[in-house]
């Protein structure tokens, strides 16, 4: 303002509002033109910025077109993730296939709530999109809790009772986690706020759903690759092949790739010590050799 009086002279900023007295199609056109006039509005000193009644749903409505393309490089991501987590040099006791179904696990959870939910009524608004994100990291960390269990167990023990083992060490984490996520969610269908309700019933029926096709169907995916490291039979060919101790004539590149498995010797259930380093994934030997020792350097604990 000029010290004297009281007229404008510059200004940074000016906010202009316009009221819309219509209503119906009427109400649409003028707001559509009104969005076209300012987007195609062009000018070297002046930027014009619009928002309406409308902005937020249609920044709404737009927003499947994208999260879906993070959706599918998430999902690519957490594949390529998890079966370097799960695969080792071992070729008979690495699990990538294990893996990749632990996240087929996961979106099969994905597809069976949102076709349940939508079978029931419910509308699939656009905001739940990011229910897939939530229900694939929930999957996915089960999938790694119930891949440890089974790594746990002894090779050697008969199939059915080595799933057994490692669902009873697994089911009590993953029963706790599913149950208190899915709890939470459902109190969250009896709020007033529509968009919340809608969305926590997606994602409890989702918790639901992924609890379920773990201690399912990735069970059995446990129990098949069980099977498959108890016949001694490779990762990929499923054609049996000689274990580590019964390779010592073949070359290093073919023991590499064509032997693996633990030796079957009545009366002893012990773990084999032998060629432990071939056993041990190969995120966790990065975590163990390169991170861990990084971590307690003072340079580590700075950074």
Not at 60 to 73: C, D, G, N
Not at 144 to 161: H, N, Q, Y
Not at 182 to 188: E, I, L, P, Q, T
Not at 289 to 303: I, M
Request: proline share 4%; charged share 15%; with cysteine.
């Amino acid at each position: 303002r000029d010290s004297n009086t009281v007229n404008v002279v510059a200004a940074r900023a000016v906010q202009l509002m316009y009221h819309v007295n219509a209503t119906g199609q009427q109400r649409t056109s003028m707001m559509a033109a009104f969005h076209r006039a300012v987007t195609d509005f062009r000018s070297d000193r002046v930027l014009a910025f619009f928002t309406s009644g409308d902005s937020l749903n249609d920044e709404i409505l737009t927003l499947p077109e994208r999260v879906l393309p993070f959706l599918a490089i998430s999902g690519a991501l957490l594949i390529v993730f998890a079966v370097g987590s799960c695969t080792m040099t071992d070729c008979v006791l690495t699990k990538p296939w294990v893996a990749l179904f632990g996240v087929v696990s996961a979106g099969l959870a994905v597809v069976s709530s949102v076709g349940l939910v939508v079978l029931c009524g419910q509308t699939f608004p656009t905001h739940v999109a990011m229910v897939p994100f939530l229900l694939l990291g929930i999957g996915v960390d089960d999938m790694f809790i119930m891949i440890a269990s089974g790594r746990k167990t002894d090779p050697r023990l008969a199939v059915p009772e080595r799933t057994g083992h490692a669902l009873a060490d697994a089911a009590t984490a993953i029963t706790i986690t599913s149950l208190t996520d899915c709890v939470a969610f459902a109190v969250g269908t009896i709020t007033v706020f529509p968009a919340v309700r809608i969305f926590c019933i997606y994602a409890a029926v989702g918790v639901l759903f992924d609890y379920l096709y773990q201690i399912t169907f990735f069970a059995a995916i446990l129990s098949l690759a069980g099977r498959r490291e108890k016949a001694g039979r490779h990762w990929l060919t499923c054609l049996k092949v000689p274990t580590n101790e019964d390779a010592g004539h073949m070359s290093p590149f073919s023991r590499l790739c064509c032997s693996g498995g633990v030796s079957v010797q009545d009366g002893d259930s012990d773990q084999v010590q032998n060629d432990e380093e071939r056993r041990f994934p190969f995120m966790n030997k990065l975590l163990c050799k390169y991170l861990a020792p990084l971590v307690v350097t003072p340079t580590g604990k700075l950074t």
